[in-house]
Each structure stands twice: as structure tokens, then as C-alpha cells.
């Protein structure tokens, strides 16, 4: 069974950090890209950053991606987002989802993770 466990949101001071994870099981990446992506209230899921199944393949969509970082542990099978310098409009539902192949596009993924809640207060 898939399994994709997003956390390490929670509340935080604009200007701040925060390292969310995502942890999977029952599969590999050698099968699978990671993308993260976010929902914030009353707008569409939005891509910000992907890892191919190489991990030097990485991905960013998201305009200011400056402050975004996209790591790998294979022996965890764990995927992180850093982000930094964040900002209250950074405020939202982070999910992290299995795709084919990278992309920005939330239809193209294959497997959801339950998401981790994101408040960054001004």
C-alpha cells in the first residue's frame, strides 16, 4: 500500500523557516517523482517544487523559488521542502504526491499524501 506522510507544518512568524518532510512507503523512487504542493484557502492547488527519480533532477514553479529547497534522503525514503523568509501568503495546506513524471500540474499525480497545515502570521 502507497503511503505518503506529509509533516512539519505548524504556526510560524513571518520572516521564519520551516523544514517540512514527507515520508514514504510502499514504494520507490526509483518508480516515483515527489512533487509538493499547496493549497491555500479558496484557491487551487499549486505546484511548488518536484525531484525526478534522479535527484538531480529538481523542479521549481513556483515564482519566488529562491526560498524554496528540495531535498532527498533515500536511506529514509524521506523528501523535504525547505522554506525560508516566509511570508504569510505562504499560508496553506502542504501536500506531497507521487507522480511519473515531475510536473506543476496536481493532476498529473498518482498518489496523495494527507497534507501538513502551514500559518505563517504577520
Known amino acids: 500500500d502507497v503511503q505518503l506522510q506529509a509533516s512539519g507544518g505548524g504556526l510560524v512568524q513571518t520572516g521564519g523557516s520551516l523544514s517540512l518532510s514527507c515520508a514514504a512507503s510502499?514504494?520507490?523512487?526509483?518508480?516515483?517523482?515527489i512533487g509538493w504542493f499547496r493549497q491555500a484557502p479558496g484557491k487551487q492547488r499549486e505546484g511548488i517544487s518536484c525531484?525526478?527519480?534522479?535527484?538531480?533532477?529538481?523542479e521549481y514553479y513556483i515564482s519566488d523559488k529562491e526560498r524554496f529547497i528540495i531535498a532527498r534522503d533515500d536511506a529514509k525514503m524521506t523528501v523535504y521542502l525547505h522554506v525560508n523568509s516566509l511570508k504569510p501568503e505562504d499560508t496553506a495546506v502542504y501536500y506531497c504526491?507521487?507522480?511519473?513524471?515531475?510536473?506543476?500540474?496536481?493532476?498529473?499525480?498518482?498518489?496523495w499524501g494527507r497534507g501538513t497545515l502551514v500559518t505563517v502570521s504577520s
Open positions: 525531484m525526478g527519480v534522479d535527484s538531480w533532477n529538481t
Open positions: 510502499g514504494i520507490t523512487f526509483d518508480d516515483y517523482a
Open positions: 504526491a507521487g507522480l511519473i513524471r515531475c510536473s506543476s500540474n496536481s493532476a498529473e499525480a498518482r498518489k
